[in-house]
């Protein structure tokens, strides 16, 4: 389908009935093959509910208007699903910017429950089950340690279609109001997760107790002063990490780091480090500069992300902007944090709401938390 003519959506709902031209036109609008620009309303409202509906929809003499049906709900609801769909696309389309990294640096967990505990076993207690043959195997027990999560929350807004919307064929505007909804909802579950990456928020709470997600010193040290300039200070950030200890069985934490986080200051050094196929090295003289294979190639190439959020939220929590600039991230981050998500991005037809004149009405939400899972798996420097 390469055209949504009045005529062409008419004659296909009368060949194969409504909800199923509503469902491949929905399709075909999310798969990019009838393109937005290619989309009229007012010929969507024509094709599935009738030209002389949109067009009481329209003509007035005044005084006392009858109310008028606007057609079976069969058709009225393949009419709603087809906008639904435009309107979806386009959501999305602003929901996931290219500029919008949160989600890849997490591992998104569906959830039920609005705030969890989540247990998991510590060590093993007792015996360090050396069995002899033909011996009986020992009955152990299990340390058990738990997370608790902070609560979901939700974001969304509601997206109206009016009839003079539809009348007046505003395609492009419910397009711009979908996007701008979509950016939105992006932008704060975006700024939610980079806050905790970066450990503005610090939500971690283990064995009951309330921890910074990096610390210079106590329980584990997982920050440092160690300003990105060189393949030496991803060493040093590696190090850290390799050092770090499971604290119940004292057990080098399993971490393999992938990820490098950094502000816009920070991007080109960041993606040349990553990418360059050799390194060059001072010998242990210091005197000589030896060349060698880049080992980081392969570990963080693909991995490395910047955004404009990450400078920004940083300077607002407190930071000079040259302090910003200087702050990274290294580590396993999907392994360290998590996003649980109650639902993602979704949009719900709720029908007409004639006290604000809309005849098409969606709920768009999304509800989730960002959780730190396991903090000794990521490193930060700071300034």
Known sequence: MSTLSRSRIATLVESQGAEVVSLKLSEAIKAGEIKQSEISLREIAEGFLGYDTVRRWQDSSGGFQMLMEAGDPVTMRAFT??????VMAAMEEGY??????GEQLVSVVPTTKRLERIGFPGAIE??????REGSEL?????SEQYIDTPETTKKGAFISVTREMVLGDETRRVVEQANYVGEFVGSQKEKKILRGVFGIDNPFSWNGTAYNTYLTSGSWTNSATNVLVDHSNIEAAEVAISKLTDPVSGDPIACMPDTIVVPPTKALTAERLATSPMLEVRTSSGSNIATQTNPYVKRYSGRVFSSPFIYSLLVASGLTDDQAGKVWILGDTRGAFQ??????LTLIAVGPDHRREAEL???????????????RKVYKSIY
């Open 96 to 101: 996931r910017k290219p500029a919008y990294i």
């Open 81 to 86: 699903n087809t906008v639904g769909g435009l």
């Open 126 to 131: 007792g015996t360090d089950l050396d069995v």
């Open 339 to 344: 996003y649980r998500e109650n639902w993602p």
């Open 138 to 142: 020992p009955t152990v027990g299990f």
């Open 361 to 375: 009405q969606f709920k768009a939400s999304e509800r989730g938390v960002f959780v730190v899972r396991e903090p």
